[in-house]
């Protein structure tokens, strides 16, 4: 069964250092989610993308983070420079054409800045 | 704007027993409803969703959950709960068109054996 990927599964930092997370969607899905997850909460919205374009980013903290999916396929999200209240499961997710509704999510990212 | 409330953070159920989870959702127009779980350190399954049509919604592992358009609520139930049901679970509400999903803050559920 085709799964989203994610790389890192785990990740530690320190503070002021820049960090990466990719992800690959499975195969055709145009949508693409970055989703960040503080321990004991739900998954929050940072980032959608349809094929290469941004959707929404309104929840991105843009003065340190970035993300991209140059070519409408895989995507990376980007902390530069990392601060301690970054450390939460970075989680990917892609959906066919968002019109079906579900889904497909990534182990996650797990970050922690020290 | 969207919206979803879980109001249990935590529910203890015994193994065997009968659960319901609970779901509020805010939204103008009709939405896409959803469950998904989350064991540690993994990312989400989907148990079920609720487009349109019936509002008894089957899920896997047995879930099923129910759509109330007069309570906004679109609540998760099985009728005897497994040991290895223990997971988080979070209800999420999808805006049709933007495609933009919330998620609620989740439930963890812990099954006593």
């Known amino acids: 069964e085709a799964e989203v990927a994610q790389s890192p599964r785990y990740k530690i930092t320190e503070k002021s250092q820049a960090v990466a997370f990719w992800c690959d969607p499975i195969?055709?899905?145009?949508?693409l989610y970055w989703y960040r997850q503080i321990l004991g909460q739900g998954p929050e919205l940072l980032v959608q993308?349809?094929?290469?374009?941004?959707?929404?980013d309104s929840q991105l903290p843009k003065d340190r983070f970035s993300a991209e999916r140059l070519k409408g396929v895989d995507s990376t999200l980007k902390i530069q420079p990392a601060e301690l209240g970054d450390s939460a499961m970075y989680l990917c997710?892609?959906?066919?054409?968002?019109?079906?509704?579900?889904?497909?999510f990534g182990e996650g990212s797990r970050l922690t800045v020290l | 704007a969207q919206s979803v409330t879980q109001p249990d953070i935590h529910i203890t159920v015994s193994e065997g027993a009968s659960l319901e989870l609970r779901c509020n959702y805010s939204?103008?127009?009709?939405?896409?409803l959803f469950w998904y779980v989350q064991s540690p350190g993994q990312g989400l399954q989907l148990l079920l969703k609720?487009?349109?049509?019936?509002?008894l919604v089957q899920g896997i592992k047995g879930f099923e959950a129910e759509f109330k358009r007069s309570q906004s609520s679109f609540n998760l139930r099985k009728p005897s709960v497994h040991w290895s049901d223990a997971a988080e679970y979070f209800c999420?509400?999808?805006?049709?068109?933007?495609?933009?999903?919330?998620f609620g803050t989740g439930t963890r559920l812990k099954v006593l054996a």
């Open positions: 997710a892609s959906s066919l054409d968002g019109h079906t509704g579900e889904l497909f």
């Open positions: 195969s055709g899905h145009a949508t």
């Open positions: 993308f349809q094929d290469e374009s941004v959707v929404d």
């Open positions: 939204y103008g127009a009709t939405p896409y």
């Open positions: 609720y487009f349109s049509g019936d509002t």
């Open positions: 999420a509400v999808g805006a049709s068109g933007t495609y933009k999903y919330i």
